[in-house]
């Protein structure tokens, strides 16, 4: 299994990014996918998850509104859209796979696969 993160940046507050993170190795059927961030001094946190396959999401309260998770089975690709993006959301961003249910898609350590981390940076 491998995941792979792009699209990070510098942008100022207001703005939007997508970021990508194009996987190789998964069975669609068992697999879901989370977008995790950590800033520097604080703990790694969830952000958003969808199963590869059904409708199934989850977000972090802190950025329901704002974030949509999505997919694209055809390019192998999941994708985190960030709009109306705040300071406070500067981190970087991960993406991992975990084949758990639904209940603990928030926690870290439930995923197995991981990819390396983008840089997004919200300057105010």
């Known amino acids: 299994v491998q995941l792979q993160a792009s699209g990070g940046g510098l942008v100022q507050a207001g703005d939007s990014l997508r970021l990508s993170c194009v996987h190789s190795?998964?069975?669609?059927?068992?697999?879901?996918l989370g977008w995790f961030r950590q800033a520097p001094g604080k703990e790694r946190e969830f952000v958003a998850a969808?199963?590869?396959?059904?409708?199934?999401?989850r977000y972090a309260d802190s950025v329901k509104g704002r974030f949509t998770i999505s997919r694209d089975n055809a390019k192998n690709t999941v994708y985190l859209q960030m709009n109306s993006l705040k300071p406070e959301d500067t981190a970087f961003y991960y993406c991992?796979?975990?084949?758990?249910?639904?209940?603990?898609?928030?926690?870290?350590?439930?995923?197995?696969?991981w990819g390396q981390g983008t840089l997004v940076t919200v300057s105010s």
């Open positions: 190795g998964l069975t669609f059927g068992s697999y879901t």
């Open positions: 969808a199963r590869l396959s059904g409708g199934t999401t």
């Open positions: 991992a796979a975990t084949r758990i249910n639904s209940g603990n898609w928030n926690i870290p350590a439930y995923y197995l696969h």
